[in-house]
């Protein structure tokens, strides 16, 4: 079955820089990658997400990028803010079989500092 | 449009009790997924259930636990003989269709095993 994997766990920046976090997926299958955002004792929140048939999504100061062939896929945030400490997770598709059930990873806990 | 609905928010069972958590998905939505959330970490898939079917429940433990989705009424994941490891808190998403749509979080359940 479909494995993610997140890094870094956690990730420390200043206001105002950027935080890129990183997975990779080993399903060559999964075409909807999304990220959700949680904050402390609350439900994740999408944030943003791509499909297979796009390299790059942006909304604002959050950007996806995905790379099908090396089975990647990244969350920058920009200009980050003191709200922007959250946990974040990325996900994928967990199945050629389009159940919409989705593989969660690990989770970067994002912290940015006023 | 009212959200995903959970209850309880909070549950408390002492070993060997039952464990019965709700889930009303959004409107207009007719998949159901169940997530299972240890303390600091991911988000594990455990089932996905369409009206009065279960689709997939690979992440299910095989023994204790049980979901349902009937044709009438909330979705209840249910957990019999509850042991300190099941304390956790557990997720409930809904989605409109079963191909790669973001999934919608209800605010969980968090339950305790005393």
């Known amino acids: 079955g479909e494995n993610v994997e997140q890094h870094p766990s956690t990730l420390s920046v200043q206001e105002g820089d950027s935080a890129v976090i990183k997975c990779t997926y080993s399903?060559?299958?999964?075409?909807?990658f999304p990220w959700y955002k949680q904050e402390l004792g609350k439900r994740p929140q999408l944030i943003i997400d791509?499909?297979?048939?796009?390299g790059e999504k942006k909304d604002q100061r959050i950007a996806v990028t995905l790379n099908k062939t090396a089975k990647h896929f990244s969350l920058h945030i920009t200009e980050t803010q003191p709200e922007d400490s959250a946990v974040y997770f990325c996900?994928?598709?967990?199945?050629?079989?389009?159940?919409?059930?989705?593989?969660f990873g690990q989770g970067t806990t994002l912290q940015v500092k006023p | 449009n009212a959200g995903v609905m959970q209850n309880p928010r909070h549950l408390v069972r002492r070993r060997g009790q039952e464990a019965r958590l709700r889930c009303s998905p959004m409107?207009?939505?007719?998949?159901v997924y169940w997530y299972r959330q240890l303390p600091e970490e991911g988000l594990k898939f455990m089932v996905y259930?369409?009206?009065?079917?279960?689709?997939?429940e690979s992440g299910m433990p095989k023994e204790r636990f049980s979901a349902e989705f009937p044709k009438e009424g909330p979705s209840i994941l249910r957990i019999q003989q509850v042991v300190r490891g099941d304390s956790a808190a557990y997720f409930c998403?809904?989605?409109?269709?079963?191909?790669?749509?973001?999934?919608?979080f209800g605010n969980g359940t968090r339950l305790t095993v005393t």
């Open positions: 399903d060559s299958a999964s075409n909807y």
């Open positions: 259930l369409q009206k009065e079917n279960i689709i997939d």
């Open positions: 791509i499909r297979s048939n796009v």
């Open positions: 996900a994928a598709s967990g199945d050629s079989g389009n159940t919409g059930k989705l593989i």
């Open positions: 409107k207009g939505h007719s998949h």
């Open positions: 998403a809904s989605s409109p269709s079963s191909g790669n749509s973001p999934l919608h």
